[in-house]
């Protein structure tokens, strides 16, 4: 008889799955611990547009796991997995190697989904990873290259133009951050930054329509036209095909085509191919194939193993897919998985949504901040930065002391809870709790200090 395996294995390095394993070694838990992932490094991918556009480096975006998890105990495998049997407990790797487990957590996260959209697979380019990032960053050089050299008229207008499709947040996103930095690339180069052509397309009739950034289309709506070039959006335009040098789209019945040489695709996700591929009946996965699971993320046929982010559905809840959500839930799964170590109770997850934070161009943003506050432009850029920073897997867990006693100083001390301009910055306090939040924080004192000073004397 085979002796028993007492060992953790983690699919996936995201946000689920890498605050998983950190928190598990951050709380000594006393089983081996294997983090799978295909690619060497985790991305950041809410600062994946900072990394794009030069505004952050490598090292704080796209780390290597290697890095992050010096020391941690965290064994971490680069492979890609073949299957998983949740019979048999084995998770096999294209390598051919294979682990046995006593506790498994997916966390593999969604991958993009092209909609059946002709062309779109084969022509558009994504926004998902660092390779997509250095690979739109290298097909946009070329093309402002080729405008300056070419002297045809349409060609350029074509060279120049950039669509994005899909009007969720990740679409808004990189409208903003193309429509502000592409002029000056192209200005930079000698070109006229006033040629080049940012436009949003989106399917239905609103931007940011059922995400979780819903309350800010107002302020996103007027951001987008406060760029370096005003984006221009099209709205109930689905996509119908995807060609080399153009996009093709239907609009009130009629195709219309819009012709550029770069389109870009941000209009949904899908479940990964590894979650389809489960034997799991689908009585227990919803509408969008993900898994169900428990309260406490546990499959509901499968307790021993866990599921999170992107890849699962807590029954009876509905949770945006946000980065916010994904790392609560690596929390509270190592939590549990620990608890079932040391023969203790396991705990309902608990996520609470912070807010919502939207990049709108280089240092501009939205912040929905409890839905109590809302702030845009410059301060709240610094929220959302700080936030992020706040939250990047790094040992900021052994400053937990120091954090407090700063958020003490600053903000109990400093901030006078009537006033409710100074409330923004409180905010910070609750949405990152964090080193780098205070510090954030005290930009922002003075930024509000400086425009009270402004309003007195008028």
């Given at each position: 008889?085979?002796?028993?395996?007492?060992?953790?294995?983690?699919?996936?390095?995201?946000?689920?799955?890498?605050?998983?394993?950190?928190?598990?070694?951050?709380?000594?838990?006393?089983?081996?611990?294997?983090?799978?992932?295909?690619?060497?490094?985790?991305?950041?991918?809410?600062?994946?547009?900072?990394?794009?556009?030069?505004?952050?480096?490598?090292?704080?975006?796209?780390?290597?796991?290697?890095?992050?998890?010096?020391?941690?105990?965290?064994?971490?495998?680069?492979?890609?997995?073949?299957?998983?049997?949740?019979?048999?407990?084995?998770?096999?790797?294209?390598?051919?190697?294979?682990?046995?487990?006593?506790?498994?957590?997916?966390?593999?996260?969604?991958?993009?989904?092209?909609?059946?959209?002709?062309?779109?697979?084969?022509?558009?380019?994504?926004?998902?990873?660092?390779?997509?990032?250095?690979?739109?960053?290298?097909?946009?050089?070329?093309?402002?290259?080729?405008?300056?050299?070419?002297?045809?008229?349409?060609?350029?207008?074509?060279?120049?133009?950039?669509?994005?499709?899909?009007?969720?947040?990740?679409?808004?996103?990189?409208?903003?951050?193309?429509?502000?930095?592409?002029?000056?690339?192209?200005?930079?180069?000698?070109?006229?930054?006033?040629?080049?052509?940012?436009?949003?397309?989106?399917?239905?009739?609103?931007?940011?329509?059922?995400?979780?950034?819903?309350?800010?289309?107002?302020?996103?709506?007027?951001?987008?036209?406060?760029r370096v070039v005003p984006v221009e959006i099209i709205l109930e335009a689905g996509a119908t095909a995807v060609r080399p040098n153009a996009v093709e789209y239907k609009r009130h019945d009629r195709l219309e085509t819009l012709q550029t040489y770069t389109t870009i695709w941000t209009a949904g996700?899908?479940?990964?191919?590894?979650?389809?591929?489960?034997?799991?009946?689908?009585?227990?996965?919803?509408?969008?194939?993900?898994?169900?699971?428990?309260?406490?993320?546990?499959?509901?046929?499968?307790?021993?193993?866990?599921?999170?982010?992107?890849?699962?559905?807590?029954?009876?809840?509905?949770?945006?897919?946000?980065?916010?959500?994904?790392?609560?839930?690596?929390?509270?799964?190592?939590?549990?998985?620990?608890?079932?170590?040391?023969?203790?109770?396991?705990?309902?997850?608990?996520?609470?949504?912070?807010?919502?934070?939207?990049?709108?161009?280089?240092?501009?943003?939205?912040?929905?901040?409890?839905?109590?506050?809302?702030?845009?432009?410059?301060?709240?850029?610094?929220?959302?930065?700080?936030?992020?920073?706040?939250?990047?897997?790094?040992?900021?867990?052994?400053?937990?002391?120091?954090?407090?006693?700063?958020?003490?100083?600053?903000?109990?001390?400093?901030?006078?809870?009537?006033?409710?301009?100074?409330?923004?910055?409180?905010?910070?306090?609750?949405?990152?709790?964090?080193?780098?939040?205070?510090?954030?924080?005290?930009?922002?004192?003075?930024?509000?200090?400086?425009?009270?000073?402004?309003?007195?004397?008028?």
């Open positions: 008889m085979n002796s028993p395996v007492y060992q953790t294995v983690i699919v996936g390095g995201g946000f689920t799955g890498l605050f998983t394993a950190l928190h598990l070694a951050h709380e000594h838990y006393p089983r081996s611990v294997i983090l799978i992932d295909q690619n060497d490094r985790f991305c950041f991918k809410p600062l994946l547009y900072e990394y794009f556009d030069g505004e952050m480096d490598t090292f704080q975006v796209v780390p290597r796991f290697s890095e992050l998890l010096k020391g941690s105990g965290v064994i971490f495998v680069q492979d890609t997995v073949q299957s998983i049997d949740l019979q048999q407990r084995e998770v096999k790797l294209i390598s051919g190697n294979s682990y046995n487990y006593s506790n498994l957590v997916l966390a593999v996260g969604s991958v993009t989904s092209y909609q059946h959209v002709e062309g779109a697979k084969e022509h558009a380019l994504a926004f998902w990873t660092q390779q997509d990032a250095i690979a739109i960053d290298k097909h946009l050089r070329s093309c402002l290259q080729k405008a300056l050299q070419t002297e045809d008229a349409e060609q350029r207008r074509q060279l120049l133009t950039v669509v994005v499709v899909g009007g969720g947040a990740s679409g808004v996103e990189m409208a903003a951050t193309l429509a502000d930095f592409l002029p000056h690339w192209y200005s930079a180069l000698g070109g006229n930054s006033n040629e080049i052509r940012v436009v949003l397309l989106n399917h239905g009739k609103e931007i940011l329509n059922g995400d979780i950034n819903d309350p800010l289309r107002p302020t996103a709506e007027q951001e987008l036209q406060k996700t899908s479940t990964h191919p590894l979650i389809k591929d489960l034997a799991i009946p689908q009585e227990h996965r919803d509408k969008r194939d993900r898994l169900l699971v428990t309260p406490t993320m546990q499959l509901l046929d499968f307790p021993e193993v866990f599921a999170g982010g992107d890849c699962a559905a807590v029954q009876d809840s509905s949770l945006p897919p946000t980065a916010q959500v994904a790392y609560q839930q690596g929390a509270d799964i190592a939590k549990n998985l620990k608890a079932i170590a040391l023969g203790e109770d396991l705990q309902p997850a608990q996520v609470n949504i912070r807010g919502t934070l939207l990049k709108l161009g280089l240092g501009a943003a939205a912040a929905n901040l409890f839905n109590t506050f809302e702030v845009a432009g410059e301060p709240a850029h610094l929220i959302r930065q700080g936030t992020y920073l706040t939250l990047l897997p790094t040992p900021i867990h052994d400053f937990k002391a120091t954090t407090e006693w700063l958020d003490e100083e600053i903000f109990h001390n400093h901030v006078a809870p009537q006033d409710v301009s100074k409330k923004v910055v409180q905010a910070v306090e609750l949405v990152g709790a964090g080193v780098v939040s205070v510090l954030v924080a005290r930009r922002l004192l003075k930024m509000l200090g400086s425009e009270d000073k402004n309003q007195s004397e008028t």
